[in-house]
């Protein structure tokens, strides 16, 4: 394979936007070593997406920094709480007035996985909509599809008499 074939094979842009498999960041990187044409390709490609992305850039409202520095000064300055820490009431564990247990803690395990995907609530009523319309739509479909049938074979009867009434 020549180099110029590789370079315009897509690979670089693949890798630029992230989505080259690990096998292609691999082979890329090898052939970035092996060959200066390919690394230089890649460097130009990188400098014309970021010009890209420079061209197509939104400036943020003016007050947007300062958001985000008041966000980020509130979350700094203020005093972390330390979690409530659960226990197991044994017999011989004893409970003193400032929360504090004489033995052992015991934390609860929380299991995350979860077989269902949530959404918004909104966006099921989208859904059940969009399921009602392809059901009407499915419906319409069967019904055009059957009159065009029926249709198709009454133009078929209407030729053949016509051939007919013409002999």
């Not at 010009?51 to 400036?59: E, G, K, S, V, Y």
Request: hydrophobic letters at 40%; one cysteine or more; charged letters at 30%.
């Amino acid at each position: 394979m020549r180099i110029e074939d590789y370079i315009e094979s897509g690979i670089l842009e693949t890798f630029v936007m992230g989505a080259a498999s690990e096998d292609e960041v691999k082979e890329l990187m090898y052939m970035k070593a092996m060959f200066p044409e390919v690394n230089e390709a890649l460097l130009q490609l990188e400098l014309d997406m970021e010009r890209l992305a420079q061209n197509m850039a939104i400036t943020p409202p003016a007050d947007t920094w300062n958001k985000i520095e008041q966000e980020i000064n509130d979350v700094i300055l203020h005093e972390a709480t330390p979690p409530e820490k659960y226990a197991r009431q044994n017999s011989e564990e004893e409970f003193d007035g400032n929360k504090n247990y004489n033995n052992k803690h015991h934390y609860i395990e929380v299991e995350a996985e979860s077989s269902h995907m949530k959404i918004h609530k909104n966006w099921k009523w989208v859904f059940a909509a969009v399921f009602v319309l392809g059901k009407i739509f499915l419906g319409c479909a069967i019904y055009f599809y059957l009159e065009n049938r029926q249709a198709q074979q009454q133009i078929q009867e209407l030729k053949t008499e016509l051939k007919q009434v013409k002999k």
